[in-house]
């Protein structure tokens, strides 16, 4: 569903937009942040690891190259491969084609667990080493892992650091860009009533050396009457947002509605925070209420702010500190 317009107006002390520095990365591959090394291979070769090669390419199941977990499976010939692997090839031996049967590679479990590998994202500046079973595990909630594109509009399948995901957002989903702290925003939209779920908009915001996304949509509570919510997003960690914070306002006729909260990470995926709700909700009644008129075109100005929390140094409390 689009907006019959959306209109940005910028605030008094919003900077003339920036040119957002363009990082160039091969996508699909993940590249290291600000290193200008060709290689974007995240995975970690094994021949970089003494002593370790032959061990590592006998891990690895021959038909996904993924590398193999318990129960490892292999043919009366002795190759082996991946329980997930098992049942796509029909309990067909893939090197050999002779039926696979229930035959355990426990000589190989065993083997895989005297292992130590480093994270497949030490190229990304992880340092550490796991255990080959508690490799995965750590992988799947790693600082340093990169991060889901954070556009809401399309089921996007892209990832990388953040520098590459706000020029992917520029350049492929033609996400508009601005630059400070304060925001000013106009929604407009002729027949209010029509919503099916979907991402009105996405902007990102360039303030205190980061980016936030801001969230604007439209969608249904079950069956009842359709809502509108905005929401900001923080490009980084989790630890990192809660430095920051930020207020949202909508108003009209006299009335208004504040938000105030810190921005979730774009680790939590956009339905996540959409569903939790942790955001400036206005009902439809209440958004038309706001709209003035004959409440049948949704007219909506969204203003706000984003402030960084500074620790003071005598009393210990956060002060904010407003963008410069």
Sequence with gaps: ???????????????????????????PSITKPHNNNSNNN??????????????????????CTNSMYPPIHQCHNGHTLCSTCKTRVHNRCPTCRQELGDIRC???EKVAESLELPCRYMSLGCPEIFPYYSKLK??????????????????CSVVGDIPFLVSHLRDDHKVDMHSGCTFNHRYVKSN?????????????????????????EAFQLSMAAPVYMAF????????????????????????????EGTPRSIRDSHKKVRDSHDGLIIQRNMALFFSGGDRKELKLRVTGRIWKEQQNPEGGACIPNLCS
């Design 1 to 27: 569903m689009e907006l019959d317009s959306i209109e940005c107006v910028p605030s008094l002390d919003l900077t003339d937009e920036d040119e957002i520095q363009h990082h160039l990365h091969q996508f």
């Design 232 to 259: 900001l997003r923080f490009m980084g960690d989790e630890t990192e947002a809660r430095n920051y914070s930020y207020s949202l306002e909508v108003g009209g006729n006299g009335r208004k509605l504040i938000w």
């Design 42 to 63: 995240t995975s970690v070769s094994s021949a970089n690891q003494p002593g370790t090669t032959s061990v590592h390419e006998l891990l690895e199941c021959p038909v």
């Design 138 to 155: 750590h992988e799947a909630v790693c600082n340093l892992r990169p991060y889901n594109c954070p556009y809401a509009g399309s089921e």
């Design 192 to 216: 209010p009533r029509e919503v099916e779920n979907a991402t009105w908009m996405l902007t990102v915001f360039h303030c205190f050396g980061q980016y936030f996304c801001l969230h604007f």
């Design 106 to 108: 426990l000589a190989l």
